[in-house]
């Protein structure tokens, strides 16, 4: 399989992109790489060190210093800490938008992704992959769905996991306050690329969704 293209992926939180391109990646070999991980990543660190969200020169010190790693599975590590299981805490959800509507973050975010997909072959997910970071990506897709059946499917995935508080209409509200900020914010807001495959979840199960995308890209590579 031809690998030397990037895959660029956009979409509202919880359409689904993360669970079905880390299988499309697995599948045919490419690199998984999860943007949202780097600021909740980001996010839980404001939140060790007991940042204030509110001040965004607060939010914004932590750049300088921030690097991380993902390993072959997707995993976002700072250092040698894993910190993949630490970003389905509700305090990262909570706060996230605060960092990801910060302009120094973002910048620094944007370099970091540029720099993992130089050599080709990956397959990037995030909020502004088509428009910002790969804008000449071989393939954009954006990947989209009712806030309501996002919040159902984040809703069944804290159940199985274990996370605590897990209230629908809390995992509702934060979707549709996500969803605003990630489309009114003055850097990064989503926006769907004008040459992107436009893809709604909201009536189709995983493997629907995967079978498309397999399909499409197979038509790419």
Do not use: H
Not at 59 to 72: E, G, K, M
Not at 89 to 98: G, S
């Amino acid at each position: 399989m031809n690998k030397q293209i990037n895959v660029a992926v956009d979409g509202t939180a919880g359409s689904g992109k993360s669970s079905v391109m880390s299988q499309i990646a697995q599948e045919f070999g490419f690199d998984f790489i999860d943007t949202g991980l780097m600021y909740r990543a980001y996010t839980k660190l404001c939140l060790e060190k007991n940042l204030d969200f509110t001040d965004p020169q607060a939010v914004a010190s932590l750049v300088p210093d921030f690097n991380c790693s993902y390993d072959q599975n997707g995993a976002i590590y700072i250092g040698t800490t894993d910190y993949t299981p630490f970003l389905i805490d509700y305090n990262v959800a909570e706060n996230i938008k605060y960092v990801a509507a910060n302009p120094q973050v973002r910048a620094k975010m944007v370099e970091l992704q540029q720099e993992f997909a130089a050599n080709k072959g990956k397959i990037m997910v995030g909020r502004d992959i088509t428009t910002v970071v790969l804008p000449e990506a071989e393939l954009k897709i954006y990947f989209d769905s009712s806030p309501e059946a996002r919040a159902m499917r984040r809703f069944i995935q804290n159940e199985q996991q274990g996370v605590n508080p897990n209230q629908y209409q809390d995992i509702l509200r934060q979707i549709q306050q996500r969803d605003q900020w990630d489309q009114n914010r003055s850097v990064g807001a989503l926006k769907r690329a004008a040459d992107a495959w436009y893809l709604d979840t909201s009536m189709l199960t995983l493997e629907e969704v995967i079978d498309k995308v397999r399909e499409k890209l197979k038509a790419v590579v």
